[in-house]
């Protein structure tokens, strides 16, 4: 499961040949294995290292809370990590979760589970569509294309509900079928791991084993080369947001359901929690390179983060500075990897 | 550009003052709100806010909303003191930043009346009254309810022991310090068996509290009672207890009573919480400030009461509406 790139994104720096310092042909395998399969390494040891702290930490029942607890972050980051191997962003995600939640949570007692679901997901790919439109089609920059929306959508959220929380119903909460997308379970494992799980599956053999999973790598690893290639760069980029925006919609199911239950801003800078976990999981901002099965492992190292850190009862800034230590440490394995080297003078 | 700007200054200022002389028997209150429409409660207390100042005679109100934003709220501090209204209550963005805005309005002559969260301490000379709960009295009613909640059958509440968890708001918040903090010291007081393990902050996020509660959960075999910073975020705890099954074992204890707490209430699952009413907290607000305006004297903390709810006596409360 190493990471795919294309032949485009590899050629784009020539490599030093000459290398004159003492081993430099163990340093470059050390740092190959690192950049290659650091990812996994970094997680058995943070596993370890916890294992050995807390005795619950690696206990079946903490496992699956974790599992459960990172599979919302976790579902919208495979749709981002679609996005970012294309080349760009979705920073809308947060809001869109709120959006979606909200919509979500106050149709079920209105027009009922089924269709509020329906018109939900309808409501949010019509936004992941307006995103393709505009990153896509107009070839506006994501970044700014994206931040526009995670306000935008926000407001969006507030005009909808008028700023009031919504609820479900609470004599319905227990009968109603909606519960067991956050509630339910098959054959003991929690239905929310079950959909990450199934998503990651699905999504991952799509952008590995299809031929447009590959344009994806190709329009990221260079927009050119694959426009002269005669692929529709636009195309392409427009179905990674719509795909985004799916995940999204999955997600705020699983909220919504999970808590029965929406606030305006429920979804609030879970974009940076989602791309924390792209970006740990080794997939490059720069596109082109990066995998659905190494975003699991990024969100899932999050998760494990905060979790063993609060079973220590190390306090919540402890979390934050460690999160950020974790995400520098992953991002600068992935550059040396890239370079060859830990260490570059050039960039 | 220079010139126009001037002109622009000019003219506001103008336009305020012969507005200001021409209702010189009405008294203008001018308020600029936190960020109306991102929580129930908010938008809610606008309304009575507006529904108070229409029900009064020889009240003006002009509303303002910052959106959450401290530039803007500063910018609209700035226009009601161009305005010349007759008093500017404030929802502060932040507490600290805008203590020179409070500043400007008091040096202008206009007195200041904060609202709901207070402004940092620097700011106390330049305001007239505080008016909205208070929050160090609200943490010590919950904390006394959770030693009734822990005390058994015929026990005095004093002598009630267990093990607890706290899920504090917002870190940095105003509110979520000061609840945690009237908590802390009057649970020592009230029942000093009663032993908090451990506090992580829920940040007023429910979902959010959920997880940190599952991780609790996980963590210790044993907990007899849950302090939250407010009911949304308690609902998420009890929520992460009825799928571990343990929703009987916990007490449960909230802040700010929102509908869904009022719910579990009502089922049983939610022992009790503190009734702070929105409305109560406008009215008390713009009656401040009238007051203010009048040149009424008023208590530097004019505080509202908020009252503890329980099971048992919540049918004296209308359910909230947020």
Redesign the interface.
């Known amino acids: 499961m190493s990471r795919v790139e294309t032949e485009t994104a590899a050629s784009g720096k020539p490599k030093e040949a000459d290398e004159s310092a003492p081993g430099p042909d163990t340093n470059r395998t050390l740092v190959q294995i690192l950049s290659s399969q650091g990812i996994l390494i970094a997680f058995g040891l943070f596993m370890l290292g916890f294992g050995l702290f807390s005795e619950r930490f690696l206990s079946l029942e903490n496992m699956e809370s974790v599992l459960r607890s990172s599979a919302i972050i976790g579902v919208m980051a495979l749709g981002v990590t679609v996005v970012v191997i294309s080349g760009n962003l979705d920073l809308s995600v947060g809001s869109m979760l709120s959006f979606g939640t909200v919509m979500v949570v106050d149709l079920h007692d209105k027009i009922g589970a089924a269709p509020g679901i329906a018109v939900m997901m309808a409501a949010v790919l019509a936004l992941g569509c307006v995103n393709g439109f505009l990153v896509g089609i107009l070839r506006l920059n994501s970044l700014i294309v994206t931040l526009g929306m995670l306000s935008a959508i926000q407001g969006l959220t507030l005009i909808y509900s008028g700023g009031k929380n919504v609820d479900i119903d609470p004599s319905s909460q227990d009968t109603t079928w909606f519960k067991v997308f956050g509630r339910g379970d098959i054959a003991g494992l929690d239905m929310p791991i079950i959909l990450f799980g199934l998503l990651a599956v699905i999504l991952h053999c799509i952008v590995a084993y299809t031929a447009f999973g590959r344009r994806v790598y190709a329009v990221g690893g260079n927009p050119t080369a694959a426009v002269f290639s005669g692929i529709r760069r636009g195309r392409v980029v427009f179905s990674t947001y719509v795909i985004s925006s799916f995940c999204v919609g999955v997600a705020a199911i699983i909220l919504g359901s999970r808590v029965m239950g929406s606030q305006n801003n429920v979804g609030q800078g879970y974009e940076l929690l989602v791309l924390a976990g792209v970006i740990l999981g080794g997939t490059s901002l720069l596109g082109g390179s990066g995998s659905i099965f190494e975003t699991v492992i990024g969100v899932l190292i999050l998760g494990f983060i905060q979790n063993g850190l609060l079973l220590l009862s190390y306090p919540y800034y402890t979390q934050w500075i460690v999160t950020w230590f974790v995400i520098i440490l992953a991002v600068w394995l992935d550059i040396a990897g890239k370079r060859g080297r830990l260490f570059s003078p050039i960039a | 550009m220079k010139t126009i700007l001037t002109a622009l200054a000019a003219s506001t200022a103008l336009t305020g003052a012969a507005f200001a002389d021409s209702h010189s028997d009405t008294i203008t209150v001018g308020i600029t709100q936190n960020n109306?429409?991102?929580?129930?409660y908010?938008?809610t207390y606008e309304q009575a806010f507006i529904e108070a100042a229409e029900g009064m005679e020889n009240v003006e109100a002009v509303i303002l909303d910052a959106g959450g934003d401290v530039a803007r709220q500063i910018a609209q501090m700035q226009d009601l003191i161009q305005q010349q209204v007759d008093v500017i209550v404030i929802w502060p963005t932040n507490g600290q930043a805008v203590v020179p805005a409070v500043r400007a309005a008091n040096q202008a002559g206009i007195p200041v009346v904060v609202t709901n969260s207070n402004i940092a301490e620097e700011g106390f000379d330049f305001i007239a009254s505080f008016s909205g709960p208070n929050n160090i009295q609200q943490g010590a009613y919950s904390a006394e309810l959770m030693c009734e909640a822990l005390a058994e059958d015929g026990q005095d509440p004093s002598e009630a022991t267990g093990q607890i968890v706290q899920i504090s708001g917002q870190?940095g918040y105003t509110t979520a310090i000061e609840r945690q903090g009237g908590f802390e010291d009057r649970l020592a007081e009230a029942c000093p068996g009663v032993e908090i393990m451990?506090t992580?902050?829920g940040d007023w996020?429910?979902?959010k509290s959920?997880?940190?509660m599952?991780?609790f959960?996980?963590?210790y075999d044993r907990i007899d009672g849950v302090y939250s910073g407010d009911d949304?975020m308690g609902?998420?705890a009890l929520?992460a207890a009825k799928?571990a099954d343990r929703v009987g074992d916990i007490a449960f204890i909230g802040a700010t009573n929102?509908?869904?707490g009022y719910?579990?209430m009502a089922?049983g699952e939610y022992y009790g919480s503190i009734y702070q009413s929105p409305v109560d907290d406008a009215r008390n607000a713009l009656d401040t400030a009238v007051a203010v305006a009048k040149g009424e004297e008023v208590p530097f903390l004019n505080y509202f009461e908020t009252p503890k709810i329980t099971q048992e006596n919540m049918d004296e409360f209308t359910k909230p509406?947020?």
């Not at chain 2, 109306?36 to 129930?40: A, H, T, Y």
């Open positions: 109306v429409g991102v929580d129930s908010q938008t870190p451990e992580q902050p996020n429910r979902e959920q997880r940190v599952e991780n959960l996980v963590k949304n609902v998420g929520n799928a929102f509908a869904v719910e579990a089922a509406v947020f």
